[in-house]
Structures are given as C-alpha cells and as structure tokens.
C-alpha cells in the first residue's frame, strides 16, 4: 500500500551532501540480473489520463518505461499498482509515487531516484530497482532521458552498449557506474551508494 508520511523539507538537505562522501554505506552484495533486461525507446503516446500532466502528484499513475526525471524530483520513490491491475489500460508495469521521507524497511519492487556519475564524471539522474524486504537489495538501475533504459545489477556487455548508445558516453569511459540514493534507508543517516558494471 502508500505510505502516507509526509516529506519534510529538511531530508532534501541532505542532497546538498557532497557526493559519495566518506563513510557513506556501500552495496557490496552480489545480486542476480532479472532473466531479460532490455532498453526500451518510448515511442507511444501516454494514455489519456497523463496527457498534460506536467508535475507528478499522488494520484499519478504510469508505466514505468514512461517515468521521467521530474517525477523523480518530485517523488524519489515509487512503487507498483499492483493492487489497481484491474483499471482500465493499467497492468503489472504501472508505478505510482510514494510519500514518504524515508525508503521503508520490507517493501518490495521499489524504484528509488538516484544520482548517477560514470566513470569519465559525467551525472545523470536515474532511479534504482531495490527490495527491502530482507536485506537491502538491488536489482538494476535506469535513466528515463533521453529514453527509458534499464540495467541489471549482473551487467553484460549488451547491456552496457545499449546503456551508452542512450546517454551517449562510450562504453570504456562509462563503466563502473556508481550511484547514491536520494532518499535513506528507513533508520539510516547516510545516503546509500553502490556501483554497477
């Protein structure tokens, strides 16, 4: 279900940070990559009901191919339908936003947004796939501009090519990708960090 906390102001201080300080926590666990990760270009229109919409509020529901950084801006953490599979158009890949300040402790499936630097320095905004369920895990990252690209955490040489053909950075100066939540773990002060690839 939505959490229903409210974020204060005070948790986007901690964006400010510097970025992967010292002592910030580390994932280090080997994960295994979902069984097919593919990048996908959105080509299709948005259905009716996210036709100009322009800021991401509670009631937004979308695909998650079609989530873009200012939803992430205005929610860092989103969640699946999967309770509201029975609405009309909407179906297993369909996210809403979840308010709350801090990445709650046995939740699965989660996307959380994320800062992103490849190995030459250049930043995107992303998001990454995580459960929270036992142990803090996470199953991939992806990027939403200039398109919709996702990568498992068990990264293949495929994956990084499509990867680099969206964000255009070659392949031998994007890999390893690091990245650091923008929201903490439930009872954490730090911001997570880890690295893909």
Known sequence: ??????????????????????????????????????????????????VGEMVATLQTRKPITAIQTEDLDAFPMWEFCLDEEGVEEMDETWIRPVNAAEIPKGAYALTVAVRVVTANGTELKGFIAIDTAGAFEVSGLGVSSPQYCFI?????????AAFCAIVSVAPEVAFPIRYQLCVALEGEAMLREGQIG
């Open 1 to 50: 279900g939505e959490l229903e906390s409210a974020r204060p102001e005070a948790a986007r201080s901690d964006l400010q940070r510097p970025f992967f300080a010292e002592g910030g926590h580390h994932n280090t666990r080997s994960h295994k990559a979902p069984s097919s990760s593919q990048c996908v270009a959105i080509v299709g229109v948005l259905s009716e009901c996210q």
């Open 152 to 160: 498992p955490i068990a990264v293949t040489a495929a994956d990084k």
